[in-house]
């Protein structure tokens, strides 16, 4: 998903914050990093925003260009100091070393196949410090939506205009892929239409950490989330992994 104008729009109305338990965990998990934060697929800036706001020094990036250019006006407009860069695991070459990189909301399985999750690995490891670690929120098969199911939601906006949202879900080999179409009208007249495929690929506990300690990580722990004290069990939608370079 490359997230257009429409549904960057739609994700900053959907998802104007993240929610408390996640930001609250992420923020601990960071406060004892050694040098700066990465943040890759940035997006438009719900989590390095509130948390350049509390002192975070943190960076991002991002592939869609729609998203960077919001994140930097609402960073711009909130006075914040973090730099964020339209690019992607492929291109993007840091100057510095990170203490932590940072991907939550399971948008690692965003990445296409499992090719590119390696690629992406390799390039994370790259750019960590000797004691730096990732952490990422891995999103499992027990996570998968109901297919054929379809769903619509709208938002209202300034001087009667309105966006909306209509998608199906189907599931893929490797997990679901969402077809939706994002609507811009203006007292029911159509002013703009963008269609976006949303796919995600996901992942087992045991696969995930087989690619991580075939890239070279180490000390790989995971839970589930937002609680290191538990095991993770199969049936979690989700987990943390919090692994050293």
């Known amino acids: 998903m490359n997230y257009g104008k429409l ?37 438009s800036g719900r989590f ?26 609402h960073l711009l407009e909130s006075k914040l100091a973090a730099e964020v860069f339209h690019s992607d695991f492929r291109e993007y070459s840091p100057n510095s070393k990170y203490g932590v990189v940072l991907i939550p909301s399971g948008s690692f399985g965003l990445l296409k196949d499992v090719e590119e999750q390696i690629r992406a690995l390799e390039k994370i490891l790259d750019w960590l410090e000797t004691d730096g670690f990732l952490i990422m929120e891995i999103e499992t098969p027990a996570a998968l939506p109901i297919a054929g199911k379809w769903q619509g939601k709208s938002y209202s906006l300034d001087e009667g205009c309105e966006i909306t949202i209509s998608g199906n879900c189907l599931t893929t080999r490797t997990g679901y892929k969402n077809e939706i179409i994002y609507k811009l009208l203006s007292n029911g007249e159509i002013l703009e239409e963008e269609q976006e ?49």
């Open 197 to 245: 495929d949303f796919e995600m690929n996901l992942t087992t506990h045991e696969t995930i950490l087989r690619l991580l300690e075939d890239v070279g990580f180490s000390r790989i722990e995971t839970f589930p989330p937002f609680d290191p004290t538990r095991n993770v069990s199969e049936l979690e939608p989700s987990f943390i992994i919090r692994a050293h370079g």
């Open 7 to 43: 549904s960057t729009l739609y994700y900053d109305l959907s998802k104007p914050f993240p929610p408390k338990v996640e930001f609250d965990f992420y923020f601990r998990e960071l406060q004892s990093a050694k040098g700066k934060v990465l943040e890759p697929m940035c997006g």
């Open 48 to 73: 390095l925003r509130p948390l350049a706001a509390q002192g975070i020094k943190i960076e991002g990036f991002d592939k869609s260009p729609q998203m960077i250019q919001a994140c930097i006006s």
